[in-house]
């Protein structure tokens, strides 16, 4: 999705943006990560996607409007709203549609992803392409059955001075990292194609 | 909401109605700790999936929501993709390493159809045995009890069949079978599919073949067996005859016919 000409950020909006987030600069950086994070996600788990993208074209809106002088009284609330208003916008539809008229949609990754081979190819280099200590981190992080998991993952933890939420946002940030390789990988090799 | 793993569940499945669903969202904006334990319930949907333990409605649905997105999709599939590399790049012995078990009169050699490479032996399993049987479309195997007790038995005279083991992945995400494909050695009479299972799952009595068109190409007993390095496994002997390069899904079940997993096998041609 890109961004709306009409909604491009200033540096005028941010800064009321920032202003509105927290009186003290380093706070409102926070809360704006904090802010632009809960978007990514809203729009991720909506299954809107690029989730990021979304996102930052709800903060263009929501700058734009404090700029036009929108009273605001919860920027969060009316973030949420412009959000919600963009995802109807991009699925055209309400938010939700019984299970029975959803389309029998395809399960495996899109052409827009490359061959199976490609992407095979692509997440061995990635994944010999991460720190070793991230590598060894998430493949550990995926060892083991089902039934051993849980214990493993425990005992992951404590050698990392980590408790179990943590290390699984550690997990996650490694494997982000590895699918935003793959798939730079795979459309560089669409690109030489 | 306060984080709790089955709403956050629903809301991952767009179970929720729309009134729950703002209620969640306000929670996460305002408490990174709800977003987190979203963030949690997601990665364990998404590896009960990836293990073949959700429902079927659960299943279905999780197919025609949560993988409409091609983000989603992607994330499935890295995440799949990193259980595979850590079995066979990690430390831990694992069943899809290459194995050498020796049992009482034979030995069988198990691996990954990767591994092909390594010589195959003529093998013969104690206690289990199974003929192939000329001119029927759809047949059973002889029954198999776990404790060993096989009335059909070779004799000692007779020609050991050779059996070839095969681990069934445990992913489910189609699309991705073909880089865990089987590939069955030349003079193969048996082949032996070997599937993880949870331990609660022991009760697994039966398994079917069926072709992805539908058409059903083998049933019969399960042998589970526990305490192995690779924890609880379930294995089925099939006639290797029975398996030409094709796409099959497995379905074990209990005693009382109920589906205990459903699992994806690619056969490709030698």
Avoid at chain 1, 128 to 141: F, G, I, K, N
Avoid at chain 2, 89 to 115: F, M, N, W, Y
Avoid at chain 2, 191 to 216: F, K, Q
Wanted: overall charge negative.
């Amino acid at each position: 999705m890109s961004r709306v000409g009409t909604d491009a950020l200033t540096p005028a909006s941010f800064g009321l943006l920032i202003e509105r987030l927290d009186a003290d600069p380093d706070r409102a950086a926070e809360e704006y990560e904090r802010l632009r994070r809960s978007l990514v996600r809203f729009f991720d788990w909506r299954g809107a996607w690029p989730a990021d993208e979304c996102a930052d074209a709800t903060i263009d809106r929501l700058c734009r409007r404090l700029e036009d002088g929108t009273a605001v009284d919860d920027l969060r609330a009316f973030a949420r709203g412009i959000a919600r208003m963009l995802l109807h916008e991009r699925q055209r539809g309400p938010a939700f549609s019984p299970i029975d008229e959803a389309k029998a949609l395809p399960i495996e990754p899109g052409p827009e992803d490359g061959p199976a081979e490609q992407r095979h190819a692509c997440f061995d280099r990635c994944l010999d392409a991460l720190p070793a200590d991230s590598r060894a981190l998430v493949l550990d992080y995926y060892q083991g059955d089902r039934s051993d998991k849980i214990a493993n993952r425990r005992r992951l933890a404590a050698a990392a001075g980590l408790s179990d939420n943590p290390l699984r946002s550690r997990v996650q940030r490694i494997r982000d990292r590895l699918e935003r390789c793959v798939r730079d990988c795979v459309a560089s090799a669409d690109g030489e194609a | 909401m306060s984080a709790d793993p089955q709403t956050a569940r629903r809301y991952l499945l767009r179970e929720t109605s729309e009134e729950e669903s703002l209620e969640i969202e306000r929670e996460y904006f305002a408490d990174q700790r709800v977003q987190e334990a979203i963030a949690t319930a997601e990665d364990t949907l998404i590896e009960d999936y990836l293990d073949g333990a959700l429902a079927g409605d659960e299943r279905t649905r999780f197919e025609r929501t949560y993988l409409a997105s091609a983000g989603h999709r992607r994330r499935v599939d890295t995440i799949r993709r990193l259980q595979q590399a850590a079995s066979t790049r990690g430390t831990a012995p694992s069943v899809d390493q290459v194995a050498i078990k020796e049992r009482r009169s034979g030995r069988i050699t198990s691996g990954r159809a990767l591994a092909l490479a390594l010589a195959a032996t003529v093998v013969l399993a104690a206690g289990v045995a199974t003929w192939m049987r000329s001119g029927s479309h759809r047949e059973s195997t002889p029954p198999v009890s776990s404790a060993g007790h096989d009335a059909s038995a070779p004799r000692a005279t007779e020609a050991a069949p050779r059996v070839f083991a095969f681990t069934v992945p445990r992913m489910t995400l189609r699309g991705a079978a073909d880089e865990a494909a089987l590939v069955i050695p030349p003079d193969t009479a048996i082949v032996r599919l070997e599937i993880g299972i949870d331990a609660a799952a022991r009760d697994i009595t039966r398994g079917a073949i069926r072709s992805v068109e539908g058409n059903d190409v083998w049933d019969g007993p399960v042998r589970v067996t526990t305490g192995a390095p690779a924890g609880t496994v379930a294995s089925l002997d099939v006639p290797a005859a029975r398996l030409r390069p094709d796409d099959y899904i497995i379905t074990v079940t209990t005693a009382e016919r109920v589906e205990a997993g459903r699992y994806a096998l690619h056969v490709r041609a030698r």
